[in-house]
């Protein structure tokens, strides 16, 4: 193609296809800015969302734990609680172990030897075991424990009658 137009012209048909070109890349600059805006926008709405979303699942999975705990440590003191109640209940019912071993050792005739003597403070159970010189002291200390009104539920095995001379026993009973 031939351009017999002149120079100055030609200038204008350059400036103006320069400035047309200009406008189309402008164009398609401002179209990929505002369809990049537009992503952008949309990833920071859905972005809020989600982070919201999530603190909001965590403060009720927080909240959860903490009522869990809450729950456990009310359930952990409810047991203490009961356990102290029945401790003192039974610490109010029963004697001081000392003013228990005193009746005991009122109870025990002179021809007798302890060897062995347990007191289960929870259960209030005695046992003694020991040796006697002869059968009449176990005798006699099996009934001063049976009339006794500090204890109940004497419990003798027949074995403690056995021997007439030197013999060994083993009593186990109950404080009231």
């Not at 979303?53 to 456990?72: C, H, P, Q, R």
Request: overall charge positive; glycine content about 4%.
């Amino acid at each position: 193609m031939i351009n017999l137009l002149p120079s100055a012209e030609k200038e204008k048909v350059q400036v103006g296809l320069l400035k047309r070109q200009l406008d189309h890349f402008g164009i398609l600059i401002l179209a990929v800015f505002l369809g990049g805006t537009i992503f952008i926008f949309n990833t920071f709405v859905f972005l809020k969302i989600q982070t919201k979303e999530i603190k909001n699942s965590l403060n009720i999975e927080g909240v959860n734990l903490d009522t869990k705990t809450a729950k456990a440590l009310e359930n952990d003191i409810r047991d203490l609680n009961q356990i102290l109640a029945r401790y003192q209940a039974f610490r109010q019912e029963t004697k001081p172990a000392l003013a228990v071993l005193y009746e005991v050792q009122k109870k025990i005739p002179l021809g007798i030897k302890i060897t062995a003597l347990s007191l289960d403070i929870t259960t209030g159970k005695i046992t003694l075991n020991g040796r006697a010189q002869n059968r009449e002291d176990i005798l006699s200390m099996e009934k001063q424990i049976k009339e006794s009104k500090s204890f109940e539920k004497l419990e003798s095995p027949l074995s403690n009658f056995l021997e007439k001379t030197n013999a060994s026993f083993s009593f186990s009973f109950y404080v009231k």
